[in-house]
């Protein structure tokens, strides 16, 4: 995939920032509703054939800006061992 094919989308109100294909859009409010039936609400975005998606979910609790790397870091070593044929452009933190 050629990274002109890639876009920044702002998720949690601004508070989050992550590269994502073209094709990712945030769900609607009715897929949301239908996805997730809870009244807690998943900020979540996905492809167009609905087969990759991103969900994050705001805490009021604060994180040690000195804990990010290793969080990103095990997410790496879970997300490689789950599907270990995923092809990163990218697993950096800015």
Do not use: Q
């Not at 979910?57 to 290793?70: E, G, S």
């Amino acid at each position: 995939m050629p990274l002109s094919d890639l876009r920044f989308a702002s998720l949690l109100n601004d508070r989050i920032e992550l590269t994502v294909t073209s094709d990712f859009n945030l769900l609607t409010e009715d897929a949301l509703k239908i996805k997730y039936p809870s009244e807690h609400k998943n900020n979540s975005s996905t492809n167009e054939s609905v087969g990759i998606e991103i969900t994050l979910n705001y805490t009021r609790n604060k994180a040690n800006i000195y804990y990010i790397p290793t969080c990103k870091d095990n997410f790496v070593k879970t997300f490689n061992k789950t599907d270990p044929a995923a092809e990163w452009l990218t697993n950096r933190i800015k």
